[in-house]
């Protein structure tokens, strides 16, 4: 019932998930969490100890409430079917959600192996020439004034120290 | 008159170039950010704050609070020009600020626009200078009961005077509370909700999960909505400002009536949103014509603008008084406060006076120099909106992983602002709201440890929350305002009781 695979029709404007469902699935989930955080509250000990509340009393009875929202969310849901089948995003949509989010979860992964300008300056380059559509040239001089930007900001003038890789090593940073 | 005094004394404190020099470079980048969309007050405020760590805590913010006023502004431009609302207050701006553009008056209503948000927190300042010390005075009697009643006061009203569904609300809430007590227990020193995850040990920080919330997830929704723009040109010369500040005297019931809803609503969390639209709503309704609202009237601009500033200012005073943020942005600005190691709380007013002074003059002067700033500068801060968006956005991504990652030098928080900027679009998109979620993150530690505190005091006797008229009469009003909509209908069903029987024959 989640995902509909659309036949790649032109129209791209067709929704591929329902908010129904994608709230029913997400309602799940958070319900999962409530559970699992609940139970290690059990774990740490919910009760009265001698002095008070133990450590997990607070935590477990915020995870009774969520679990309760969750599953009286859940029933509305199964209840109230035949209303609202609005869509949550469309193909189209989803393809652009995506262009943002995959070179995110790049630069993130970038980061940890070459040091955060070394990552900024592949994503700022990469996201503006192919997703953009602007001159190669711009996009890497942008991405470089930008990222040497950055750095004189944050590790010179600012003393916060950023994830730094090889590049930076080679210079002896 | 002591405020008096000490407002002085806070705008002595603020007289140093370097201050002043803080001051200006917050404002030019808060209308930046205002501007940019898919950024705006709170991303910005919760991105910048990094930079103010290495500062000492008034200069810190001064600049911070200085951009959000520069955010408030640069949100005015992009809904006037643009039609595109930078935040959700912004929204009933543009219903007469863009008709006006359209028009050809963009700058009449862009002045309308930044004098009255001026107007509006100029109010709302005025009140939190003579407000804000009384509270906190009758506030230092609080015990740890008064606060946990305090906090419960903020939860309840979310939950019962909400717009969205109740268990939408009541997720986001209980969310944010589970999520503040990951890591290590404070009173017994145990590891909760950890899994065995050592970066977990640190717990879920504050500021990590905003800019998550609310930066990446911005980016992502302003993505999706794949925004084509095309905007007005405004040329602002001190002749349309004069001929538009001469209207004003017109519309003075209109100002004082929304500044009044602003300053009330913007004390109870979530408000600026609501006294946006009852300001516009009631100068509407209170319009000899009604129908030429919408098609671009000084007045709609006005009423919503006056609105939405007088209530964003005002949702400071609960921070500074109390340590409890009526905002979203009040909530990271207090998140900075425990950052720069101050205590947010009604002892502020006593052990660091020159910060509370400093930061109230600071509103005052941020304000003034802000509206000089937009109305001189609009041309050039309009033009920001015509870089394409494809160099922009990944720039804010890179900025938010630079502020996730300076809070606590870890690699980890920059996964899990990623993890927050998904949850964030989802729960925007499934219309959960992000407020409860947002106060729950900064109260929750804070909320437990003045529960257990009471209960430790009490024996772990629950009528503790009701053992003096202070603690009681709070308590008691946070569930009526938890119950708030059963209440109201109940009072509708009497009401529709007691209605002599005539009327229901006759309709």
């Known amino acids: 019932m989640t995902q509909q695979n659309s036949p790649p029709a032109p129209d791209d404007d067709r929704p591929i998930a329902k908010s129904r469902s994608v709230d029913f699935i997400v309602l799940l989930l958070l319900l999962a969490l409530a559970c699992l955080f609940g139970w290690d ?133 | ?142 015990g740890p009961p008064e606060f946990f009643a305090v906090y419960l006061l903020t939860f309840c009203s979310f939950v019962g005077l909400g717009r969205e569904e109740r268990h939408k609300i009541v997720i986001s809430l209980a969310f944010g509370l589970l999520l503040t007590g990951i890591g290590m227990d404070t009173v017994s020193g145990q590891l909760r909700m950890t899994f065995g995850f050592t970066d977990l040990l640190r717990g879920v920080n504050f ?106 200012t005002a949702a400071l005073l609960p921070m500074l008084a109390l340590g409890i943020p009526g905002s979203g942005t009040a909530a990271i600005l207090l998140g900075g406060l425990l950052v720069w190691g101050l205590n947010p709380g009604p002892l502020l007013f006593v052990e660091h006076k020159e910060f509370v002074w400093g930061t109230i003059a600071s509103m005052y002067l941020g304000n003034i120099v802000g509206l000089v700033l937009v109305l001189s500068t609009v041309p050039l801060f309009a033009a920001v909106l015509r870089v394409p968006f494809a160099a922009i956005a990944p720039m804010i991504v890179v900025s938010c992983a630079i502020g996730a990652y300076a809070i606590q030098n870890a690699m980890f928080d920059i996964w899990l602002m990623l993890g927050f900027g998904v949850l964030g679009y989802v729960f925007k998109k499934l219309d959960y709201p992000l407020a ?23 024996g772990g006797d629950l009528r503790v929350f009701w053992s003096n008229g202070l603690v009681g009469t709070i308590t008691t009003l946070a569930l009526a305002l938890l119950f708030w909509p059963l209440i109201g209908r109940a009072f509708e069903g009497a009401a529709k009781l007691l209605r002599p029987p005539t009327k229901q024959l006759g309709s």
């Open chain 2, 1 to 142: 008159m002591e405020a008096f005094e000490l407002l002085l004394q806070g705008f002595l404190t603020l007289m140093t170039v370097q201050k002043l020099a803080l001051m200006m470079v917050g404002l030019i980048l808060g209308i930046f950010v205002g501007v940019l969309p898919g950024l705006g007050g709170p991303n910005g405020v919760a991105i910048l704050l990094p930079l103010t760590f290495s500062m000492d805590p008034t200069s810190a913010i001064v600049m911070l609070s200085c951009l959000y006023w520069g955010a408030l502004f640069g949100g005015a431009i992009t809904s006037i020009l643009f039609n595109i609302p930078g935040e959700a207050w912004s929204v009933a701006t543009t219903f007469d600020g863009y008709p006006m553009a359209q028009k050809g008056q963009a700058a009449q209503a862009l002045t309308a626009a930044f004098t009255s948000s001026f107007i509006g927190s100029l109010v709302a300042v005025i009140l939190i200078t003579f407000l804000a010390p009384r509270i906190a005075d009758f506030a230092l009697r609080f």
């Open chain 2, 436 to 458: 409860p979620l947002t106060l729950a993150l900064v109260l929750g530690s804070r909320t437990e440890d003045a529960f257990r505190l009471s209960m430790i005091g009490a």
């Open chain 2, 207 to 312: 500021l990590v999960a905003v800019i998550g919330l609310f930066g990446i997830s911005e980016i992502l929704v302003t993505m999706e909505e794949s925004l084509a723009l095309r905007g007005h040109v405004a040329h602002i010369n001190p002749k349309v400002v004069w001929e538009t500040w001469k209207t004003f005297p017109r519309h003075w019931i209109t100002i004082i009536r929304s500044a009044f809803i602003g300053c009330w609503l913007g004390i109870t969390p979530g408000g600026a949103i609501a006294a946006s639209f009852m300001g516009y709503n009631l100068a509407k309704r209170f319009a000899r014509d009604k129908e030429s609202f919408g098609k671009g009237r000084v007045d709609g601009v006005l009423a919503p603008e006056t609105a939405a500033h007088a209530a964003g």
């Open chain 1, 41 to 173: 509250s059990t774990r740490v000990g919910n009760a009265w100890g001698d002095d008070g509340p133990q450590a997990g009393y607070f935590p477990f009875y915020l995870s009774v409430l969520m679990s309760a929202a969750c599953i009286f969310g859940l029933a509305r849901l199964l209840v109230n079917s035949a209303r609202s089948a609005e869509g949550f995003i469309t193909r189209h949509q989803f393809t652009r959600v995506m262009q943002v989010f995959v070179p995110t979860l790049g630069f993130v992964l970038a980061t940890e192996f070459l040091g955060l300008y070394v990552a900024s300056f592949l994503l700022v380059a990469g996201f503006m020439w192919w997703i953009g559509g602007i001159a190669l040239w711009k996009s890497v001089l942008t991405s470089f004034l930008f990222a040497a930007a950055m750095f004189l900001t944050f590790e010179i003038a600012f003393n916060v120290i950023m994830p730094k890789g090889p590049l930076e090593a080679a210079f002896g940073l």
